[in-house]
């Protein structure tokens, strides 16, 4: 057992979770060609709008329907459709937590290979200010919350039919997706209303804003993305969960150097265990690149299934061990 749990704690987090993201996108973006089918509440972009190699639809598509419907319907007996969509999301989420962000999403695979690519031309990439980051924090609640009230306004009959599921519409998925099985339909700006054509031509700048601004930082949409932000209403009872114990902390700020997300609570934060923002995607990449052990761990329903190493830190960085002094980590790209 002890031999199993030093392998796992000594694995190379890059080439596994290299794997587990090709895995799910295969899944996801191809998953209908082998008759896969996972619902239509899943908390990650399926896309709906890729037809025929869906494995699955993204929750944020079906709920933007159901919020539509007239408000006699919604709030009558078709409300416990919506009440069931929610508790079929929510078990999905509690099983993974926000890991279906950094292993299962298409959209933060993608991200993650522009960055690879971005550090095979050897193009340095760009952090934000603290300032810029707590702003960005509350721009995908602000997301989130127009995807719900406006389908809510057009099933009162207070906004047309045609903004039926607006974050849709500008969601770079719905482009991007797509292409990956041929599809080229959603390239296209909707001329037939007025509504729809400005709905389209925003979903094709938001899509060029996720290929330039992901080239030039990591993980550039999932700042903005609404359905980060629906994970984390619901992050409190999920089972897998990554914890720190402040007195390991040496404070050395590895872990920030290494975070996509530029969580700075996860170094700083000494008092209490429960250190997973709402920006974090659990890629784990913290937990490889603390030197302190049992420092930081992430664990399903109570058991520990990965924790930081002096021996898994020094394997993966192929640095010597130097007791008493920080040594810093490969970047992690």
């Not at 058991?303 to 061990?321: A, D, Q, V």
């Amino acid at each position: 057992m002890a031999s199993l749990r030093s392998a796992v704690n000594n694995v190379d987090l890059r080439r596994f979770r290299f794997w587990l993201q090709l895995i799910f996108f295969v899944l996801l973006v191809y998953g209908g060609y082998f008759a896969l089918n996972l619902g239509n509440s899943l908390p990650t972009f399926a896309c709906g709008f890729n037809r025929e190699g869906k494995g699955g639809v993204c929750f944020l598509m079906p709920m933007q329907h159901l919020l539509a419907m007239n408000w006699k319907s919604l709030f009558g007996w078709a409300g416990l459709g919506v009440l069931t969509a929610f508790l079929t999301f929510g078990l999905w989420f509690i099983l993974l937590n926000k890991a279906w962000c950094g292993y299962a999403c298409p959209l933060g695979t993608l991200q993650d290979w522009i960055t690879s690519l971005r550090n095979r031309l050897g193009i340095r990439y760009s952090r934000y200010s603290e300032t810029q980051f707590r702003r960005l924090t509350t721009v995908k609640y602000i997301l989130l919350a127009l995807t719900v009230l406006i389908p809510l306004g057009i099933g009162g009959a207070l906004l047309p039919h045609e903004m039926g599921t607006p974050f849709c519409d500008i969601c770079p998925g719905r482009m991007i997706i797509p292409l990956f099985t041929g599809d080229t339909s959603q390239l296209t700006v909707d001329f037939s209303t007025k509504t729809g054509m400005i709905m389209t031509a925003l979903g094709m700048l938001v899509t060029g804003l996720f290929f330039t601004g992901a080239f030039f930082k990591k993980r550039f949409f999932c700042f903005f993305c609404p359905m980060s932000a629906l994970h984390y209403l619901f992050s409190k009872p999920a089972l897998l969960r990554l914890k720190k114990d402040g007195g390991k902390c040496t404070r050395c700020g590895d872990c920030y150097r290494v975070c996509d997300m530029e969580i700075k609570e996860i170094a700083d934060q000494v008092d209490d265990p429960r250190i997973m923002m709402d920006d974090c995607t659990l890629c784990l990449k913290c937990v490889a690149a603390c030197p302190e052990d049992g420092a930081l761990k992430v664990s399903f329903a109570g058991l520990t299934l990965y924790e930081s190493t002096e021996e898994g830190f020094i394997r993966r960085m192929h640095k010597p061990s130097v007791k008493g002094k920080s040594i810093e980590p490969h970047p992690h790209d």
